[in-house]
């Protein structure tokens, strides 16, 4: 199951990272399903939390790369996993 829409995904690849989502991703029986989190207008963008993880040591370069660009007032900075948190 790939999700990633660098890696080809599915149709959820049209789900982007926000800080802030309107969507979010619920697993159950081994299937992902995306649940709307607040209304959505037709048209709007899908964004969902994206909690990655990677294995290895975070370093600079590491962070830099899932850094977050979403620009919320609460924005987080990282599309990482928070400490502690899995994906």
């Given at each position: 199951?790939?999700?990633?829409g660098?890696l080809?995904g ?5 789900l ?10 619920v697993?159950?029986?081994g ?6 989190v607040?209304?959505?207008k037709?048209g709007?963008e899908?964004?969902i939390?994206y909690?990655l ?7 600079a ?12 007032r609460?924005y987080?900075g ?5 400490t502690?948190?899995?994906?």
């Amino acid at each position: 199951r790939v999700i990633d829409g660098s890696l080809g995904g599915n149709s959820a690849r049209w789900l982007n990272h926000a800080c802030v989502a309107n969507c979010e991703a619920v697993e159950s029986d081994g299937r992902v399903h995306i649940h709307a989190v607040s209304d959505i207008k037709p048209g709007e963008e899908l964004f969902i939390k994206y909690w990655l993880s990677v294995e290895g040591r975070l370093s600079a370069a590491v962070r830099a790369q899932y850094e977050c660009r979403c620009g919320h007032r609460r924005y987080r900075g990282t599309m990482l996993a928070a400490t502690g948190r899995s994906t």
